[in-house]
C-alpha cells in the first residue's frame, strides 16, 4: 500500500531562512507527486506538482520541490521564507492511473516576525 | 462559483443522528472525490465518482457511509447513526478529468456530540 511520511511536525524559523520540508514516500511504480498547501482559515490549495519531466518542479511563491526517484523523496524548498508562509504543508502522492490521493500527516510551519 | 463549494460549512450533530453533506465541484469537471481529515492527520480518501457512477469507495469507513451523485455534479455524502468517531473535516475535491490536478473545496467541520 501507498503511504506518505512527512519527517517534521511542526518546524519554526524566521523569516529569510531557508526551508526544507521532507517527504518520502512508498510505492514501488510510477507516481503523481505533490505538495498542497493550507494557510490559517483557508482551505487546501496546490503549491506544486510533479507528473513526469524535469524532477525539479517550481511552483507558487517560490516553493520547488526535487523529486529523487533513487531515493523516494519529494522534498519541498524555499531559500527565503516570509512570514505570510505560516500554514501547514501537506506532501501527497498518487500511483499512476489510480485515483486517490494519499497525503502525509502534514507539517506545520510558523515563520517568526 | 469559481471553486468547489461545500455546505454547511459546520454541522453539530448528536450520536445515532443521521447527516448529509453536500459538494458543488467546479462547473464541467467529471471527477469528484470526498476525503475526510482528522485533527492532526492528512485528509484521508474515502469515495471517487467518475460521472455519476461511484469508481471506487474502497476508503468509505463502514456501511454507515454513503454517497450519491446522481446528475453527475452535485454529490451528497450521507452518514447514517453517526458516531462521535465521526467527527472531522471532511473535505470534497474535483478534478477536470481523474488524472489531473485536484481542487478542494473549504470542507464541513462535523462534530458529532
Known amino acids: 500500500a501507498q503511504s506518505v511520511s512527512q519527517h517534521n511536525h511542526h518546524v519554526i524559523l524566521s523569516e529569510a531562512a531557508s526551508l526544507e520540508l521532507g517527504c518520502n514516500y512508498s510505492y514501488g511504480g510510477t507516481v503523481n507527486l505533490f505538495w498542497y498547501v493550507q494557510y490559517p482559515g483557508q482551505h487546501l490549495q496546490l503549491l506544486l506538482k510533479?507528473?513526469?519531466?524535469?524532477?525539479l518542479v517550481k511552483g507558487i511563491k517560490g516553493f520547488e520541490a526535487e523529486f529523487i526517484k533513487s531515493k523516494f523523496s519529494f522534498n519541498l524548498r524555499k531559500p527565503s521564507v516570509q512570514w505570510s508562509d505560516t500554514a501547514e504543508y501537506f506532501c501527497a502522492v498518487n500511483a499512476n492511473r489510480d485515483d486517490k490521493i494519499i497525503f502525509g500527516k502534514g507539517t506545520r510551519l510558523h515563520i517568526l516576525p | 462559483g469559481a471553486g468547489v463549494s461545500q455546505t454547511p460549512s459546520n454541522k453539530v450533530t448528536e450520536k445515532g443522528k443521521y447527516v448529509e453533506l453536500r459538494c458543488d465541484p467546479i462547473s464541467g469537471h467529471t471527477a469528484l472525490y470526498w476525503y475526510r481529515q482528522s485533527l492532526g492527520q492528512g485528509p484521508e480518501f474515502l469515495i471517487y465518482?467518475?460521472?455519476?457512477?461511484?469508481?471506487?469507495d474502497s476508503g468509505l469507513p463502514n456501511d454507515r457511509f454513503f454517497a450519491v451523485r446522481p446528475e453527475g455534479s452535485v454529490s451528497t455524502l450521507k452518514i447514517q447513526r453517526t458516531e462521535r468517531g465521526d467527527s472531522a473535516v471532511y473535505l470534497c475535491?474535483?478534478?477536470?478529468?481523474?488524472?489531473?490536478?485536484?481542487?478542494f473545496g473549504p470542507g464541513t467541520r462535523l462534530l458529532v456530540l
Open positions: 510533479y507528473f513526469s519531466g524535469d524532477p
Open positions: 465518482f467518475q460521472g455519476t457512477g461511484a469508481a471506487d
Open positions: 475535491a474535483s478534478s477536470l478529468v481523474p488524472e489531473e490536478t485536484q481542487y
